[in-house]
C-alpha cells in the first residue's frame, strides 16, 4: 500500500483500433469509483485514437497523450508526420519523448531535445524516456547513460514541471525482466539526485505486470508506472493499480 500520489500511463505503442476503445469502460469505471486525489491516469494511444478516446472519456479525470511528435512547431511537408500542435489540438496533453524503440530507430539526444521543447511550447507535458542497454548496464554504464541522456535531453529547459520522466532500462521493455529492487532504487534516486529538491516525477517502466508491481511499488521515491503490454488489457491494468494503491 502506498500513500503516494501515483502515475500510471498506458502506451498502447502500435495496438489498437476503434473496436479497442470500449475497454476503457471498464478502466472509467475503475477510476470513478476511487478518489481523485490518489493517482493519475494517462492513455497514449496510436494517434489515430487520439481523439476518439479523449471523447469517450468525457469529464472523468483520465487523460490522453501521444506516443511521439515531429520536432517542427509548424505544417510543413513530413510526410507521414504529426507535430506537436497537431496532437493537443485532437486531444492529447501529454507525450511520450525519447521511448527507446524511437531511439533505436534513430532519434538522438538533440532531436529529443528539439521535439522536447517544441511540444512544450505547444502546450503538452512530456514523458522523457531514459534507459541504458544491456551493454551499458553490464558495463557499469548506467549512472553515465542516464546523465548523459537527461543532460543533453533536458539542454536549456527551464519549465522542468512539465516534464515526466520514465526510467526505462532497454533490457527491461518487453522481456518480462525488471531491475532488482536494490538496482531500480538507485536508478531513481541517482536520477532525482540531478534536478535537487525540484525533481520532476520519476516513474519506471518496462516489463510491469500484475505480478510484479509488489516488488516495484515499493521502491522508495517512485512516482508511478509506464505500461506497456500490460496495459492494452484494462484487467490486468486495473489490478496493477489496485495492487499499487490499494
Ligand atoms: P512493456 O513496455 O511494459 O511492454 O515492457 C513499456 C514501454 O515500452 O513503455
Known amino acids: 500500500m502506498t500513500n503516494k500520489y501515483m502515475y500510471f500511463i498506458a502506451n498502447w505503442k502500435m495496438f489498437g483500433d476503434l473496436k479497442t476503445i470500449n475497454s476503457l469502460d471498464k478502466v472509467i469505471k475503475f477510476s470513478k469509483s476511487h478518489k481523485k486525489n490518489k493517482f493519475k491516469l494517462i492513455y497514449c494511444p496510436p494517434n489515430t485514437l487520439i481523439r476518439p478516446i479523449s471523447k469517450r472519456l468525457g469529464k472523468t ?32 496533453k501529454y507525450v511520450i519523448l525519447g521511448h527507446s524503440e524511437n531511439r533505436m530507430a534513430g532519434e538522438d539526444d538533440n532531436l529529443i531535445n528539439l521535439k522536447i521543447k517544441n511540444s512544450i ?3 503538452l507535458k512530456i514523458i522523457f524516456c531514459i534507459g541504458e542497454t544491456l551493454k551499458q548496464k553490464r558495463d557499469k554504464k548506467t549512472n553515465q547513460v542516464l546523465n548523459s541522456q537527461l543532460k543533453k535531453g533536458l539542454k536549456s ?90
Open 61 to 92: 479525470n483520465i487523460e490522453v497523450g501521444a506516443q511521439n511528435s515531429h520536432q517542427n512547431l509548424d505544417y510543413g511537408a513530413f510526410t507521414g508526420q504529426v507535430n506537436s500542435k497537431m496532437l493537443k489540438s485532437v486531444g492529447a
Open 121 to 123: 511550447k505547444s502546450g
Open 157 to 246: 529547459i527551464i519549465k522542468i514541471n512539465d516534464i515526466i520522466i520514465a526510467y526505462e532500462p532497454v533490457w527491461s521493455i518487453g522481456t518480462g525482466l525488471i531491475p532488482s529492487s536494490e538496482e531500480l532504487s538507485k536508478s531513481i534516486k541517482f536520477i532525482k539526485s540531478k534536478f535537487g529538491k525540484k525533481s520532476p516525477k520519476v516513474l519506471y517502466g518496462g516489463s510491469v505486470n500484475s505480478k510484479n508491481i509488489d516488488q516495484l511499488k515499493i521502491i522508495p521515491d517512485i512516482d508511478g508506472f509506464l505500461i506497456g503490454g500490460a496495459s492494452q488489457n484494462p484487467k490486468k491494468f486495473i489490478d496493477i493499480i489496485k495492487k499499487t494503491i490499494n
